[in-house]
């Protein structure tokens, strides 16, 4: 078995929940940040930079203060590597005390210090109005979605906190703020969400990744069209095909909306 294995596996043994539902426990979450430095859900930031890195420094020849909020940064890497690409006003925020305690630490060291992590719950974000221009999320929407029941037609407890932290991102971007979500969601599940009336944002959809393919969706706040369709609409489902190394990866845990994979 080669290193890249023996590594996955022991991350698998040491970190990962037996059942999807203990991504809800904070304590699950407290725990496993204790003892693990690094994981990234969903592909590193190098896999979907050619997809985000535009969106938030459109002109690269010009200065660009970009305000960014990443929500549930846990452990990741996203925030160091958009300061590396000229991203630097960043706020991340988690609802660990243990993993924002570790990343302030681990910025600090680095000498990232107009990074700002901060401990909030996305569903309550402790934030004005329109305050920044972008809104990143990685995984973390994913999170809300492991009891969530039949994923055409969600819990009622699950929809109203999807649409609590919807509308708080909708809320702290500004007029023309884009919010942007990389996850395993489908585009027939998660766009009747993301287009709900209450929202004005439009509706991109890009994807990336080796045989199975994450999504990234750019919702842009204020560009609404009147064709963008919206709740009780449902659409094709896809056929995927995951490649042997995708399905030893803990990212598999959150692929619970699919009935039959299909290559």
Known sequence: MGTNQNTKSAHNESVAPATALAYLDPKYWDERFSKEEHYE?????????????????????????????ELGSGNSKLS???YNDGITHITCIDL???????????????GMKEIKVLEADMLD?????????VVVEKGTMDVLFVDGGDPWNPQPSTRAKVMAMLEGVHRVL?????????????????????????????????T???????????????????????????????????????LEGEDYMFRTDVDELNC
């Open 80 to 82: 160091e590597e958009l």
């Open 208 to 246: 990336f990744g080796d045989g199975f393919h994450y999504f990234l969706y750019t919702l842009r706040k204020g560009r609404r069209l009147p064709s963008d369709k919206g709740e009780g609409e449902r659409f094709d489902e896809p056929s995927i095909c995951l490649l042997q190394d995708e």
């Open 41 to 69: 859900w969903f592909k590193d930031y190098s896999h979907f930079r050619h997809l985000i890195l535009p969106l938030l420094k459109p002109d690269s020849s010009v200065a660009w203060n970009v305000i960014v909020l």
């Open 96 to 110: 660990s005390a243990v993993a924002v305690e570790k990343m302030q630490r681990r910025l600090r060291l680095k």
């Open 125 to 133: 974000m402790p934030f004005g109005n329109e305050c920044f221009d």
């Open 174 to 206: 500004k007029k023309d703020g884009i919010f942007v979500s990389v996850t395993f969601g489908q585009p027939h599940f998660r766009r009747p969400l993301f287009s709900a009336p209450e929202f004005t944002w439009s509706f991109e959809c890009s």
